[in-house]
C-alpha cells in the first residue's frame, strides 16, 4: 500500500462555501480516482482568496502524488486560480498561443480581454484541452487545474487519466440492513480489527419510515473484501435481520 499513488482535491470558489452552488466534482473524483487505484484521501473547500489557494496548494502538492482544483479559471474578476497556481510555482502567467488560436476560431468577434484571460497558463504549465470547451485548464508539475463546471471538469480529468500512476483499484461492497448503528457497534469493531487491510464503514439511513443501517467494506484487497463482508452477514443473521448485500434494501 505504500507504493498507492495519492490524490486531493482543492474545491475553489466562493460560490460552493455560500451553498449556492452544490458541488458535484468531490463525487465524480472520488469516484474515478478510486478506479485507477489513486484514492482521493483529502478534499478542501476554500474561498477566492488568494492566500487562500496558494497555501493550500503549497501544502497538498508536497504531500500528496496528485492534486486536483476545481473552479477559478474563467473569464470574470474572481476567477484567479491561475493567478494564484503562478505565484504558488514562483512562475510568471504567460499567454498560451494555440489556445488563443482555438478561442479565435470559437469564439470570433466575441472574443475579448476577459476571455483571452483564460489563455494565460503559468509558465512552464501544459494545458488539459477538451472538446467540450477551447479554453483549457493546465497541469504543471503534480498540480491539475480543471474547470469548476462538472461536465467540463470530467471532461478534463478523462483527458489526463491514462497518464497517471495507476495503483491497485479500490472496490467496494456493502450490506444493508433495517437495523440501528447501535445493534452491530461492537461486533463491527471486532471485524474492523480483524480485517485491517479494509475500511469498514458504518451509515444510517431512514428510508419508507424505517431506520436501516448501511455497513460498506472498502480497500484493494478483495479476500479481505469479501471475508469482512461474509462476516457482517453472519452478525445480522444473528440478531434475525432481514439485509441485502450489494443491492439497495426494498422496504
Not at 183 to 199: S, Y
Request: with cysteine.
Amino acid at each position: 500500500m505504500s507504493d498507492t499513488p495519492t490524490a486531493s482535491l482543492i474545491v475553489i470558489g466562493n460560490e460552493i462555501l455560500s451553498g449556492r452552488t452544490r458541488d458535484a466534482n468531490i463525487q465524480f473524483l472520488a469516484s474515478a480516482l478510486g478506479k485507477i487505484g489513486a484514492p482521493l484521501v483529502e478534499v478542501r473547500v476554500i474561498p477566492d482568496i488568494e492566500k487562500e489557494i496558494v497555501t493550500a496548494v503549497n501544502a497538498s502538492r508536497s504531500k500528496f502524488t496528485y492534486v486536483f482544483t476545481t473552479g477559478g479559471i474563467g473569464p470574470t474578476h474572481d476567477d484567479i486560480t491561475a493567478v494564484c497556481i503562478a505565484k504558488a510555482f514562483g512562475v510568471p502567467l504567460v499567454r498560451h498561443q494555440p489556445s488563443v488560436e482555438k478561442m479565435e476560431h470559437y469564439y470570433g468577434d466575441k472574443l475579448n480581454a476577459a476571455r483571452l484571460k483564460m489563455a494565460d497558463l503559468p509558465e512552464g504549465s501544459e494545458p488539459i484541452e477538451t472538446r467540450v470547451t477551447s479554453a483549457p485548464g493546465f497541469r504543471i508539475e503534480n498540480v491539475y487545474v480543471l474547470a469548476g463546471v462538472p461536465s467540463i471538469a470530467q471532461a478534463m480529468f478523462d483527458s489526463v487519466a491514462p497518464s497517471l500512476a495507476h495503483g491497485a483499484p479500490i472496490v467496494s461492497r456493502y450490506v444493508e440492513a433495517h437495523m440501528g448503528e447501535g445493534d452491530l457497534a461492537e461486533t463491527l469493531t471486532e471485524i474492523q480489527n480483524a480485517f485491517p487491510a479494509v475500511d469498514l464503514g458504518s451509515y444510517p439511513f431512514f428510508r419508507t419510515g424505517r431506520v436501516g443501517l448501511s455497513v460498506v467494506v472498502k480497500g484493494t484487497d478483495v479476500d479481505a473484501i469479501d471475508g469482512a463482508i461474509e462476516q457482517v452477514v453472519k452478525a445480522v443473521e444473528a440478531l434475525d435481520q432481514t439485509y441485502s448485500v450489494d443491492a439497495v434494501l426494498e422496504a
